[in-house]
């Protein structure tokens, strides 16, 4: 990469997912962060990332040969749209349904859908419904 630049001041810093089959789990997640309009960051041998999310095979360092166990992931969306865009776009690149896009009774507004990636991970798109953010991340360029 020629900038260096990541996001950071949502929920969480980073995760790490470590998939059996990388190329599938690279296809799944470039089609539903692009639906999500959250560009793949890079790739390098034995994994790729997008923003706060790694994604590595079995054999990379960080990994030390273990398997991440099923995980549960949500995705900030910016709409009901963009939820059901982020389903589609996972049922067409090896995604399971795990709950169509709809309301949730988690709190009024919550509108999300729900996949099972290629490894069984448990991975969510919410929009919590109208509301006001003071910034939509803190940007950090190296």
Known sequence: MEA???HRGRL?????LVV??????????TAVLGALE?????????????????VS???????????????????????EAMVRAFHEAALAHGGTD???PGLRQYHPGYYAAFVLDPDG????AVFHGDAQRSAPSVKITF
């Open 38 to 54: 959250v560009p793949l960051g890079g790739a390098a041998e034995g994994y790729f990332w997008a923003d706060e999310l790694f």
């Open 20 to 29: 059996r089959n990388l190329a599938a789990s690279q296809a799944f997640y």
């Open 4 to 6: 260096q630049e990541i």
């Open 98 to 100: 795990n709950g169509a």
């Open 121 to 124: 991970n448990n991975i969510e």
């Open 12 to 16: 969480f810093d980073h995760v790490q």
């Open 57 to 79: 095979s079995a054999n990379s360092p960080a990994a030390q040969g273990h398997l991440t166990g099923r995980t549960h992931l949500a995705f900030q969306a910016r709409d």
